[in-house]
Each structure stands twice: as structure tokens, then as C-alpha cells.
């Protein structure tokens, strides 16, 4: 089940460039491309779905493997002290891509929350740290 109009469905289907830290059969966390903070990742469900409510249980049941092991990389990896995951619904709820998603933001300690699109210096560098959290 796909949507061949979607931005991560074309992703699954590595249509569309994208730094993956990992995938399995039912998920794929890969790094956002206008992250909150540097090793801010995305974690998708491989059948497209735009909301929660719409996934079949089996894919969130599937899904959720990946996005408790992304948070741990981000964790040991970076290293940062916490994190969050944050997954909305509708545009209403400042879902721009719509199609099932878990955002995992690095969080530190003394670092005051920022809810604002950054970016990588560079392609190189997003990928390093792509390889660095993908060896964790």
C-alpha cells in the first residue's frame, strides 16, 4: 500500500534521496531534512497511511521496534541526555507530510527547546552524523 503522490512513500521506494539511519520490513528512520536539532530523525511506517488512526494495528505494532532503537542511537550516538517524539494528525496539528510519522528530537539538558526548522551545513555533514548513529 502506497501513494505514488507521497513524499515518503517515494521515499520507501528510494525514489527520492534520503539519509536512512535504518529500515526493516515494516519501518524506515531516516534524518529529517529541516531538523529542530541535528540528529532530529523520522520514523515512517513502510504502508502509507495519514493518520494514526488509519494504520493498521500490525504497522504501528511493527513500527514501533525502530522507533524505540532510533531513540536509543540518538541517545548513545550524539550522545544527547533525552529526546522527544512528537507525531501529529491533520494539518490542524502541524502535520505537513501526510503520511504516518514519529519526528525523534535530541534533547539537552541546560538547552532551551526550539521549535523552529534548522539545517545541516552540508550534505557531508548530515551524512557523518548519519554514519556515526547508524554504528551505535
Given amino acids: 500500500m502506497n501513494d505514488p503522490d507521497c513524499i515518503f512513500c517515494k521515499i520507501v521506494a528510494k525514489q527520492v534521496p534520503s539519509v536512512i539511519l535504518r529500515e526493516d520490513d515494516f519501518a524506515m528512520a531516516f534524518l529529517d531534512i ?28 511493527g513500527l514501533m521496534p525502530l522507533l524505540r532503537d532510533t531513540a536509543r542511537r540518538l541517545v548513545a550516538g550524539l550522545p544527547c541526555d533525552g529526546f522527544n517524539i512528537l507525531q501529529s494528525n491533520g494539518r490542524c496539528a502541524t502535520q505537513v507530510v501526510p503520511h504516518v510519522h514519529f519526528h525523534v528530537i535530541p534533547r539537552w539538558n541546560g538547552r532551551p527547546i526550539k521549535w523552529t526548522s534548522g539545517a545541516y551545513d552540508s550534505s557531508a555533514e548530515m551524512e557523518a552524523l548519519a554514519v556515526r548513529l547508524r554504528a551505535v
Avoid at 48 to 56: G, K, Q, S, V, Y
Fill in 34 to 61: 529541516a531538523p529542530f536539532e541535528k540528529g532530529h530523525a523520522l520514523v515512517i511506517p513502510k504502508c502509507h497511511a495519514e493518520r494514526l488512526t488509519d494504520l493498521p494495528l500490525e504497522w504501528l505494532t
